[in-house]
């Protein structure tokens, strides 16, 4: 007998591969995650060569965001939520590296690995003790610092995902997957 999957069958497995990813990040050594971070910098760091320069700005569809603005997005996040997660200070306000008026390829390069340069060392600055203490994301969500850690690492993934078909549109060739 052949099985079909139903739409929200798919969401179901979806949500739980998501979760018990997040689950085993989120149980993960802070050298662990460091290592994550580090590779996720260096990744980025593809993308971001990938691209033209005039691609920078490409907008697939008029209500999307640019290239440029999906890495500041993701630069935004990584700062905003390792801050909350560790107790460290952001030297970047919530949303300000997406309102920066100069998005050309060097500057958006150095804001984002910047970003990451935030993460890695405010994660490495958090004890095991800390991690597992809980806390509210935006104020809604309870969870493990550690998972909010993990959330960080899901959102930049997914917002650095999406660029592929940026690079793409652009006759760029994005780089291979890094999953070690």
């Not at 993701?74 to 030297?91: E, H, I, R, V």
Request: net charge positive; hydrophobic share 40%; charged share 25%.
């Amino acid at each position: 007998m052949t099985r079909k999957f139903t739409g929200i069958t798919r969401v179901f497995f979806a949500l739980l591969l998501t979760l018990s990813v997040n689950t085993i990040y989120a149980q993960c050594s802070i050298d662990d995650m460091v290592k994550d971070w580090e590779r996720a910098k260096a990744y980025t760091k593809e993308y971001l060569d990938a691209m033209p320069e005039a691609g920078y700005a490409l907008k697939p569809t008029p209500e999307m965001r640019s290239f440029a603005d999906q890495m500041l997005h993701l630069t935004d996040a990584n700062y905003g939520f390792t801050a909350m997660a560790s107790g460290q200070k952001s030297p970047v306000g919530f949303g300000e590296s997406e309102k920066t008026t100069d998005k050309s390829k060097a500057n958006v390069t150095k804001l984002v690995l910047a970003g990451y340069d935030f993460a890695i060392a405010a994660i490495k600055t958090m004890t095991p003790a800390q991690l597992a203490e809980t806390t509210k994301l935006f104020d809604r969500f309870e969870m493990t610092k550690a998972m909010v850690i993990a959330k960080a690492f899901e959102h930049q993934t997914h917002h650095r995902g999406q660029t592929t078909v940026y690079i793409r549109l652009a006759k760029g060739t994005p780089p291979q997957e890094k999953l070690f």
